[in-house]
């Protein structure tokens, strides 16, 4: 899979695009959804919630078990996808399109240049799991 070059990513398999006005949708990679399995319940934060980079921010159930989604910046939730809480199957249809969970309005913006940019990610992952 190619990742988008206009997201951002962590060493925890999240990604972050980040708008205009400082706002970046949050949600997992197609490597993380691959490594959960089926998806069947999505906790998500509400809004108003101050979410810490690298903090628990979210959670995904699978089949398997429960993996907690960390937040790649801090800020402060300002939507959440409540679509995935009817249909959590978009996590794994299309992780890096309608399967955002948050969207966070940056107090750090600096911390972007924290994270990995798609070909770092792509390095960063198992050869096997992204190709």
Sequence with gaps: ??????????????WIRVDGNGIGAVGITDFAQKQVGE??????PKVGDKVTA?????SVESVKAVFEVFAPVSGEI???NAALE???????ADPHGEAWFAKVRLSNP?????????AAYEAYCPESETH
């Design 1 to 14: 899979m190619a990742y988008p070059a206009d997201y951002r990513y962590t060493k925890q398999h999240e």
């Design 39 to 44: 998806v069947v319940f999505v906790g998500l």
């Design 54 to 58: 690298g903090q628990e921010f979210a």
């Design 78 to 80: 300002v939507d959440v």
């Design 86 to 92: 009817s249909a959590p199957e978009k996590v794994n």
């Design 110 to 118: 600096g911390e972007l240049k924290e994270l990995m940019d798609a």
